[in-house]
């Protein structure tokens, strides 16, 4: 199940990269567009400075000349030098004087606006109600009768000095010429330049809107809100002149009452990182089915793995049963065949006492051979009741020594290394002598009878009991014999073997709450450890016998 883990582990942390880097892309994208709007305003306002500049510059002039020669009506010097300041000004459609009664005087396009009254002209009026009044430049106008058609913003200046009224002379600069200039900047579908008044009215834009000139927008958040606040700006709208989420960036004309509007569609600003954006989703929902394949593919595979396993465990369970069955069974054959030969010489000689008193004996040893294999197999069955009591392991060795020395035999030198201190342990005194004769008898069957034991104790590092370590210069076992070394009834010793030796000590450990670890390998002698719980951790001295089996 690990890899699975890991491959779930692996698609979260890249939904998490994944998503950590779409939310920054669109924050950048964001940031991106607000400086490609603050840069674009920056330039239209700077471009439409220039240009009025030029076109009040050109009012100075056209305004000293005529204060020097104050040319009759319809001058045609003067009219001459109002055509050469029209031709360096591309922008305005036409250059001319309104005298103090609000009639055209002099003209560009003379004759067509001779004789033309302009004094309801709102900029015009404007010097008649403010004497302070120098310069300005109006909101768009449509033109009146005796004017070309279109939409004309007016920059005008008063002619004179003094306080009195003399008269203004005006150019009548084109929103036209904004208009194709905005379209050379190739905007983005959706993008919007404009150039207003500062009272609100639209004085050019980009894409076209002819219907829309000299409209008021004093409701759009850049007049209600944002302008009396900053004379620059830029912010972000989702309503207005233009349906959409937008960046706006906003900026007013230096010595102009204009204001600079550039405003551009969020759609278009976020175009790229919606591309990117789309493509890391596939990817991801590519990367998503594919795991969902994977998950499904390793689930299907544990089950077939669980569904082998358990299959083998039921196989091996009637293995075991097969070899424990077939073990016991030829073991008692072996039994009933001896006292069946016995009681048979018995029969055959009854009045022969020696005879008899021999096949009695023998049938007798067959008999206690058989009470024996039964009382191993109890105890491996954990059936047989135990005697539970706290001992000294040390002390149990030093009384053992001359049994286990004797069982060991002549040739076969068993050393004792005796840890001091070690903590109290609980065991069965009999079945522990029991497991030690199993081992010792093992390691000397392993040396063919020739070499050296080791009984070693130390203090267990772990479970605050202690060890004892049986050691042998035998041969070593296999890895497949030490897998097998505590099966029932699997023995090397062929015939002479019952295989229940070390299950037995294996059982009797188990039922104690103890451990038992082989560590073993070929030409490198053989190590079994038996690991004993502490006394003290059961809270008694002598802990209550284990209950004896039920009889049925």
């Known amino acids: ?192 330049i404009a150039l207003f008044h500062q009272d609100g009215s639209l004085i050019a834009r980009h894409p076209p809107g002819e219907e829309e000139i000299g409209k008021p927008f004093r409701e759009l958040p850049l007049f209600s809100q944002h302008l009396p606040r900053a004379p620059n700006g830029t912010f972000a709208t989702g309503s207005g002149m233009f349906p959409g989420e937008r960046i706006v960036s906003y900026r007013t004309v230096e010595g102009m009452p204009l204001v600079a509007r550039v405003s551009l569609s969020q759609r278009a600003v976020l175009a790229e990182w919606r591309r990117t954006a789309g493509a890391a989703v596939i990817a991801m929902a590519a990367l998503t089915l594919l795991l969902g394949g994977l998950l499904v593919q390793q689930i299907r595979r544990n089950r077939s793995r669980e569904s082998v396993r358990a299959q083998r465990v039921q196989a091996d369970k009637l293995e075991a049963m097969g070899q424990l069955t077939g073990g016991i069974a030829h073991d008692f054959a072996n039994l009933l065949s001896l006292i069946l030969m016995n009681l048979e010489l018995i029969q055959r000689q009854p009045a022969d006492a020696e005879q008899t008193r021999r096949a009695a004996a023998a049938a007798r040893r067959a008999v206690d051979r058989g009470s024996e294999l039964i009382r191993r197999l109890l105890a491996f069955a954990r059936r047989q009741p135990l005697e539970l009591k706290a001992a000294d392991l040390n002390a149990l060795l030093a009384e053992a020594h001359p049994l286990i020395a004797q069982a060991a035999g002549a040739r076969i030198e068993l050393v004792l290394q005796l840890a001091p201190d070690l903590p109290t342990v609980l065991l ?62 699997f023995t090397t010793k062929g015939e002479a073997g019952t295989g229940l030796g070390l299950a037995q000590v294996y059982g009797f450990l188990q039922q104690i709450g103890g451990s038992l670890e082989i560590d073993s390998a070929p030409g490198k002698g053989t190590r079994v450890h038996l690991g004993f719980p502490r006394a003290a951790k059961l809270g008694a001295s002598r802990a209550p016998a284990a209950p004896a089996p039920k009889r049925s």
């Open 1 to 192: 199940m690990k890899p699975l883990w890991l491959l779930v582990a692996g698609w979260l942390a890249a939904a998490a990269i994944v998503a950590a880097l779409v939310v920054d892309g669109r924050s950048k994208a964001l940031e991106r567009g607000h400086r490609s709007a603050e840069a674009l305003a920056q330039i239209v306002e700077e471009h439409s400075a220039r240009t009025f500049q030029s076109v009040s510059l050109a009012l100075s002039v056209v305004a000293d000349a005529w204060e020097l020669s104050q040319p009759p009506k319809n001058d045609a010097g003067f009219r001459e030098l109002l055509r050469e300041r029209l031709q360096d000004l591309p922008y305005v459609r036409a250059l001319f004087v309104i005298g103090p009664d609000g009639f055209v005087i002099h003209d560009t396009d003379f004759p067509r606006r001779s004789g033309v009254s302009l004094a309801g002209r709102p900029y015009f009026r404007r010097y008649l109600d403010d004497a302070r009044l120098q310069r300005e430049v109006s909101a768009p106008f449509s033109s009146g009768p005796g004017e070309p058609s279109g939409w004309s913003v007016a920059v005008t200046e008063r002619l004179g000095r003094s306080g009195e009224m003399q008269g203004v002379v005006v150019a009548a600069v084109q929103p036209a010429y904004f208009e194709a200039l905005y379209r050379k900047l190739e905007l983005s579908e959706g993008d919007v």
């Open 428 to 489: 069965d005194e009999t079945q522990f002598e029991v497991a030690l004769l199993n081992l010792v008898v093992n390691a000397r069957d392993a040396m063919a009878g020739r070499g050296r034991i080791v009984l070693r104790t130390y203090a267990a590092p772990d479970s605050g009991g202690a060890c004892l370590t049986v050691e042998d210069e035998g041969p070593g076992m296999s890895g497949e014999t030490r897998r097998r070394a505590l099966e029932p009834f």
